[in-house]
């Protein structure tokens, strides 16, 4: 049973900086098939993708993150990490951790795509 356990989110304010944490259990995060990612939600919004670490190749972003956001990965520990800086107040929503062993690039950006999920941080940036 594949779990994600995520960790690290809280109250800030503008121009601060949050380190979000996942940790999966039950995938095996060597080999190059996991696709671990960060989405984030707003009351009546759909699920948007932030960031991405697409088979522990590649990174990729949402253009409104660039340059702030950092997405990185330790398989020793199934850990994914999200550091954020110089946040803003529209950065604040509920953050999701999300896995999937199977992805193809062209859904990365997809969360319907993703077989597994965190239960969610909240990160709230006041201005």
């Known amino acids: 049973q594949v779990q994600l356990a995520e960790s690290g989110g809280g109250l800030v304010q503008a121009g601060d900086s949050l380190r979000l944490s996942c940790t999966a259990s039950g995938l095996t995060f060597s080999g190059g098939s996991v696709t671990m990612a960060w989405f984030r939600q707003t009351p009546g919004k759909e699920r948007e993708f932030v960031a991405a670490?697409?088979?522990?190749?590649?990174?990729y972003y949402t253009d409104s993150v660039k340059g702030r956001f950092t997405i990185s990965r330790d398989n020793a520990k199934s850990t994914v990490y999200l550091q954020m800086d110089s946040l803003k107040p529209e950065d604040t929503a509920v953050y999701f951790c999300?896995?999937?062993?199977?992805?193809?690039?062209?859904?990365?950006?997809?969360?319907?795509?993703?077989?597994?999920w965190g239960q969610g941080t909240q990160v709230t940036v006041s201005s």
């Open positions: 670490s697409f088979r522990g190749v590649r990174t």
């Open positions: 999300a896995a999937d062993n199977r992805l193809i690039l062209s859904s990365m950006r997809t969360p319907q795509q993703y077989d597994y």
